[in-house]
């Protein structure tokens, strides 16, 4: 729903003193599409209790005084005001002319008095009059002077404005009454000579008679609480037999018979509440047991007890019950003045309680009225909020549809109106004492996120200085103009509950309200500024470190000096390693808050070195390295009882060639390191193991000798392989004679090993004889003989010094 405000009906109208509330209380009338309503006493005649006319279009443009429409010392009684489909009728007082009956077609041309029934300042009525709506006239009570006061009529013209029956011939009054339409037949009822009795009229005089005298002779059957059910009229009245009855009637004699009883708790109409539901009359009486439903189709036999209300539930005279779309509802009051809505289907199981999900207070419940389908209702609270609530007699089709304006605690909508489809609800706020304003279906009006109640923590020692407090708004059109009766900078005194009241109005002109009742409490602890994170401190004592906790600086909003503790106390003894300290501070609200760090007493005192060495130097022992070894330090620190040793190599490992460093750090239980570094050097520095080969004769035919050339030489190393070379190099021409050669084998290390051996190359013109005869020979028998020859001549050839073979 969106919330429009019309006008504000105090802004001129109203003397001070609290809010009109005429509109709640008073009848509107709707003409032209316009809607006609009283607000409180005009300012010029408060003496008076005048009350000023108004209208509205439904803008807030069209809604204005209608003043203006009257003559100037013109009082209308407001409960008068009716219309047909023409005009207004209403009864109004003039010095000049007394109480008579005004019509208006809303210009000030077309309002007049419509007959002056007794000439002169006496009036024609002697009580604001009760008009009551028949087509395009009014029928009312009235007097002439001559006769009393009887059953007249009007349709808005002096001519047409006539008495209907003298139903009490004389000067004696009849005073008709309880006007009601059912079916065709409009009832009432009058004094004639037999007593009040129940009378029906058609608007002439002949068709205006009495019903049926329900009480024989001249007293008073006192028919009342007229309601219509199709053509059926029920009533309640006495017969002088049984008291307070239920009747029914048709309009006729015969038709008009009693139904049930009702027994004493009828006597006062404020506790009988009586509607059609369908066919079938429901009726509420309170009386001495409390409150009961029933139902009746019209016969003694039918009439039937539906529920019986909660021994402490009451009713409330100004509040009825009300039938919308197939269920009725009413209200009724607890023990603890709360207000519950019930509903009914006319059915015991069908009558029961809608479970509304209201805010915290006392609340009750106004203005009860069919819409849209629906039974439409205000909810006031009693710390001044007002909200519109719905329902279709489902707890799933009961909501609550938008927030009125509200703040004053002293005035709750009493009543809705219906126009152009829409609401009308007067209702007073912390800005308007009385303003009316317009609620039309809308998908997206402005809406506060309103909780009923929050806290607000404090930020001074009084309590909380508003800032930033207004709730989110939701929906609506930019820009918004929001207001609040505590804007920032006022000061929410401490643990105090104050309704605070919000109001925000978008481009469109559509209001969102919000009250919340606002606390302020010291919620939050007192701050510590500059709280550490860690600290570290150093030792030379195996028991640890006497700690003092660092000055840090402690506030409070409220409290001027918070009570700081200690966990472990200030002055203790920490341990060696990691201590989590708490410095909690408690203000006088008893809010605490803690300052929470960690002390690392570390020991300050180095271990000794675990190097006793500083070089390891070993021979390779093949490709991979050596395994290296040297002694360790096995001391202990002297604050730590535990020290952790950790090496980057072990002794005992195998180290590859070269140099490799080997990282031994020495950790005491405190975390306090000393570091110190072995070389570890492996070298290969022993020469390959190399064998020469024996000393060895080349023979040759050529006169000039032959070129070098040797059997192996071997070298055997334990780390890599050796290059072997001789000297003079293979290849190398040797004339005839003795030669040394020299054979050299360097492994990769630059290790170098030499030996020699002895050659000879003697001069054999027959060494190459085989090859020659081969070279001329075929191969028959004779060239075998050659061949052994020359294979003789070789092995010669290939003999040691010493006259063994070679190998």
Request: net charge negative; with cysteine; hydrophobic share 35%.
């Given at each position: 729903?969106?919330?429009?405000?019309?006008?504000?009906?105090?802004?001129?109208t109203?003397q001070?003193?609290?809010?009109?509330?005429?509109?709640?209380?008073?009848?509107?009338?709707?003409?032209?599409?316009?809607?006609?309503?009283?607000?409180?006493?005009r300012?010029e005649?408060?003496?008076?209790?005048?009350?000023e006319?108004?209208?509205?279009?439904?803008?807030?443009?069209?809604?204005r005084?209608?003043?203006?429409?009257?003559?100037?010392?013109?009082v209308?009684?407001?409960?008068?005001?009716?219309?047909t489909?023409?005009?207004?009728?209403f009864?109004a007082?003039?010095?000049?002319?007394?109480?008579?009956?005004w019509t208006?077609d809303?210009?000030?041309?077309?309002?007049?008095?419509?007959?002056?029934?007794?000439?002169?300042?006496?009036?024609?009525?002697?009580s604001?009059g009760?008009?009551?709506?028949?087509?395009d006239a009014?029928l009312?009570?009235?007097?002439?002077?001559?006769?009393?006061?009887?059953l007249?009529?009007?349709?808005?013209?002096e001519?047409g404005?006539?008495?209907?029956?003298?139903?009490?011939?004389?000067?004696g009054?009849?005073?008709?009454?309880?006007l009601?339409r059912?079916?065709?037949?409009?009832?009432?009822?009058?004094?004639?000579?037999?007593g009040?009795?129940?009378?029906r009229?058609?608007?002439?005089?002949?068709?205006?008679r009495?019903?049926?005298d329900?009480r024989?002779?001249?007293?008073d059957?006192s028919?009342r609480a007229?309601?219509?059910?199709g053509?059926?009229?029920?009533?309640?009245?006495?017969?002088?037999l049984?008291g307070?009855?239920?009747?029914?009637?048709?309009?006729?004699q015969?038709g008009?018979?009693f139904?049930?009883?009702?027994?004493?708790?009828?006597a006062?109409?404020?506790?009988?509440?009586?509607?059609?539901?369908g066919d079938?009359?429901?009726?509420?009486?309170e009386?001495?047991d409390?409150v009961?439903?029933?139902?009746t189709?019209?016969?003694?036999?039918?009439s039937?007890?539906?529920?019986a209300?909660?021994?402490?539930?009451?009713l409330?005279?100004?509040?009825?019950?009300?039938?919308?779309?197939?269920?009725?509802?009413?209200?009724?009051?607890?023990?603890?003045?709360n207000?519950?809505?019930?509903?009914?289907?006319g059915?015991?199981?069908?009558?029961?309680?809608?479970?509304?999900?209201?805010?915290?207070?006392?609340?009750?419940?106004?203005?009860?009225t069919?819409?849209?389908?629906?039974?439409?209702?205000?909810v006031?609270?009693?710390?001044?909020?007002?909200?519109?609530?719905?329902t279709?007699?489902?707890?799933?089709?009961?909501?609550?549809?938008?927030?009125l304006?509200?703040?004053d605690?002293?005035?709750a909508?009493?009543r809705?109106?219906?126009?152009q489809?829409?609401?009308?609800?007067a209702?007073?706020?912390a800005?308007?004492?009385?303003?009316?304003?317009?609620?039309d279906?809308d998908?997206a009006?402005?809406?506060?996120?309103?909780?009923a109640?929050?806290?607000?923590?404090?930020?001074?020692?009084?309590?909380?200085?508003?800032?930033?407090?207004?709730?989110?708004?939701?929906?609506?059109?930019?820009?918004?103009?929001?207001?609040?009766?505590?804007?920032?900078?006022?000061?929410?005194?401490?643990?105090?509950?104050?309704?605070?009241?919000?109001?925000?109005?978008?481009?469109?002109g559509?209001v969102?309200?919000c009250?919340i009742?606002?606390?302020s409490r010291?919620?939050?602890?007192?701050t510590?500024?500059?709280?550490?994170?860690?600290?570290?401190?150093?030792?030379?004592?195996?028991?640890?470190?006497?700690?003092?906790?660092?000055?840090?600086a402690?506030?409070?909003?409220?409290?001027?000096q918070?009570?700081?503790?200690?966990?472990?106390?200030?002055?203790?003894?920490?341990?060696l390693?990691?201590?989590?300290?708490?410095m909690?501070?408690?203000?006088s609200?008893?809010n605490?808050s803690?300052?929470?760090?960690?002390?690392?007493?570390?020991?300050?005192?180095?271990p000794?070195?675990?190097?006793k060495v500083?070089?390891?130097?070993v021979?390779?022992?093949?490709?991979?390295?050596?395994h290296?070894?040297?002694?360790?330090?096995?001391?202990?620190?002297?604050?730590?009882s535990?020290?952790?040793?950790?090496?980057?190599?072990a002794?005992?490992?195998?180290?590859?060639?070269?140099?490799?460093?080997v990282?031994?750090?020495?950790?005491?239980?405190?975390?306090?390191?000393?570091?110190?570094e072995?070389q570890?050097k492996?070298?290969d520095?022993?020469?390959?193991?190399?064998t020469?080969?024996?000393?060895?004769?080349?023979?040759?035919?050529?006169?000039?000798?032959?070129r070098?050339?040797y059997?192996?030489?071997?070298?055997?190393?334990?780390?890599?392989a050796?290059d072997?070379?001789?000297?003079?190099?293979?290849?190398t021409p040797?004339?005839?004679?003795?030669?040394?050669v020299?054979?050299?084998?360097?492994?990769?290390?630059?290790?170098a090993?030499?030996?020699?051996?002895?050659?000879?190359?003697?001069?054999?013109p027959?060494?190459d004889?085989r090859?020659?005869l081969g070279?001329?020979?075929?191969?028959?028998?004779?060239?075998?003989?050659?061949?052994a020859?020359?294979l003789?001549a070789?092995?010669?050839s290939?003999?040691?010094?010493?006259?063994?073979?070679?190998?």
């Amino acid at each position: 729903m969106s919330v429009r405000l019309l006008t504000d009906l105090t802004q001129e109208t109203v003397q001070p003193g609290g809010p009109g509330s005429h509109f709640d209380s008073g009848p509107t009338a709707t003409l032209n599409g316009r809607l006609f309503f009283f607000t409180g006493p005009r300012a010029e005649a408060p003496a008076r209790s005048a009350p000023e006319l108004w209208v509205t279009d439904g803008t807030r443009a069209g809604t204005r005084s209608a003043q203006d429409l009257l003559p100037a010392n013109l009082v209308i009684d407001e409960s008068s005001l009716r219309a047909t489909s023409h005009r207004l009728f209403f009864t109004a007082t003039d010095a000049s002319t007394g109480r008579e009956l005004w019509t208006s077609d809303g210009t000030p041309a077309g309002t007049h008095l419509v007959r002056e029934l007794q000439p002169g300042p006496d009036s024609a009525f002697d009580s604001p009059g009760a008009l009551f709506v028949s087509g395009d006239a009014v029928l009312f009570t009235a007097s002439d002077g001559v006769s009393g006061f009887e059953l007249w009529k009007s349709d808005g013209t002096e001519a047409g404005t006539v008495r209907v029956k003298d139903v009490l011939p004389g000067t004696g009054s009849s005073r008709p009454g309880e006007l009601t339409r059912a079916g065709d037949t409009v009832y009432f009822s009058a004094t004639g000579p037999e007593g009040r009795e129940l009378w029906r009229t058609d608007g002439t005089e002949a068709g205006t008679r009495r019903v049926r005298d329900l009480r024989e002779g001249t007293g008073d059957a006192s028919p009342r609480a007229f309601t219509a059910v199709g053509s059926t009229l029920f009533f309640v009245a006495d017969d002088g037999l049984r008291g307070p009855a239920l009747w029914k009637s048709d309009g006729t004699q015969a038709g008009t018979a009693f139904v049930t009883d009702l027994g004493p708790s009828a006597a006062s109409p404020s506790r009988l509440r009586l509607a059609a539901l369908g066919d079938t009359l429901l009726f509420l009486v309170e009386g001495p047991d409390g409150v009961a439903l029933w139902r009746t189709n019209g016969t003694e036999a039918g009439s039937l007890p539906v529920k019986a209300l909660p021994g402490a539930m009451t009713l409330d005279s100004s509040r009825g019950l009300v039938a919308v779309g197939g269920r009725a509802y009413f209200s009724a009051r607890g023990a603890n003045f709360n207000d519950a809505l019930w509903v009914t289907d006319g059915t015991t199981e069908g009558t029961r309680t809608l479970p509304l999900d209201f805010p915290q207070g006392r609340v009750s419940l106004d203005a009860l009225t069919e819409w849209d389908g629906a039974l439409a209702f205000t909810v006031a609270v009693d710390n001044g909020v007002r909200e519109l609530w719905r329902t279709d007699g489902t707890g799933a089709g009961t909501s609550r549809l938008t927030r009125l304006p509200s703040g004053d605690p002293g005035f709750a909508p009493k009543r809705l109106s219906h126009f152009q489809g829409s609401l009308v609800v007067a209702s007073a706020d912390a800005w308007t004492r009385l303003g009316l304003w317009r609620l039309d279906r809308d998908d997206a009006p402005p809406t506060f996120v309103c909780p009923a109640s929050e806290d607000v923590p404090s930020n001074s020692p009084q309590g909380t200085l508003a800032r930033d407090l207004r709730p989110p708004l939701v929906g609506g059109q930019p820009p918004f103009t929001v207001r609040s009766t505590h804007p920032d900078g006022t000061l929410l005194p401490l643990y105090q509950p104050i309704p605070i009241h919000y109001q925000a109005e978008d481009a469109e002109g559509r209001v969102a309200s919000c009250a919340i009742t606002t606390t302020s409490r010291d919620v939050s602890g007192p701050t510590f500024q500059g709280c550490p994170t860690e600290l570290t401190l150093d030792t030379w004592s195996a028991r640890g470190l006497t700690f003092h906790y660092p000055s840090v600086a402690v506030t409070d909003e409220t409290s001027p000096q918070p009570l700081i503790s200690y966990s472990p106390e200030n002055g203790s003894v920490l341990p060696l390693g990691d201590t989590v300290v708490t410095m909690t501070a408690k203000d006088s609200a008893g809010n605490a808050s803690t300052c929470t760090f960690t002390v690392t007493v570390r020991d300050a005192l180095a271990p000794s070195s675990a190097c006793k060495v500083s070089e390891v130097r070993v021979e390779a022992e093949g490709p991979e390295g050596a395994h290296a070894f040297w002694p360790e330090d096995t001391s202990t620190d002297g604050t730590s009882s535990q020290v952790t040793v950790t090496r980057t190599h072990a002794s005992g490992d195998l180290f590859p060639l070269g140099l490799t460093r080997v990282q031994v750090t020495r950790t005491d239980a405190a975390g306090t390191r000393s570091t110190c570094e072995i070389q570890v050097k492996v070298r290969d520095s022993r020469p390959p193991l190399l064998t020469c080969p024996s000393d060895l004769t080349l023979k040759t035919a050529v006169v000039s000798g032959t070129r070098a050339d040797y059997p192996p030489a071997t070298a055997k190393d334990a780390v890599s392989a050796a290059d072997i070379s001789y000297s003079p190099a293979v290849g190398t021409p040797l004339a005839p004679g003795v030669h040394a050669v020299q054979v050299t084998a360097i492994d990769a290390a630059g290790n170098a090993a030499l030996c020699d051996f002895h050659l000879t190359v003697e001069y054999d013109p027959t060494s190459d004889m085989r090859k020659g005869l081969g070279c001329s020979v075929g191969s028959g028998p004779s060239t075998a003989g050659w061949g052994a020859v020359l294979l003789l001549a070789w092995t010669w050839s290939r003999r040691r010094k010493d006259g063994t073979p070679r190998a």
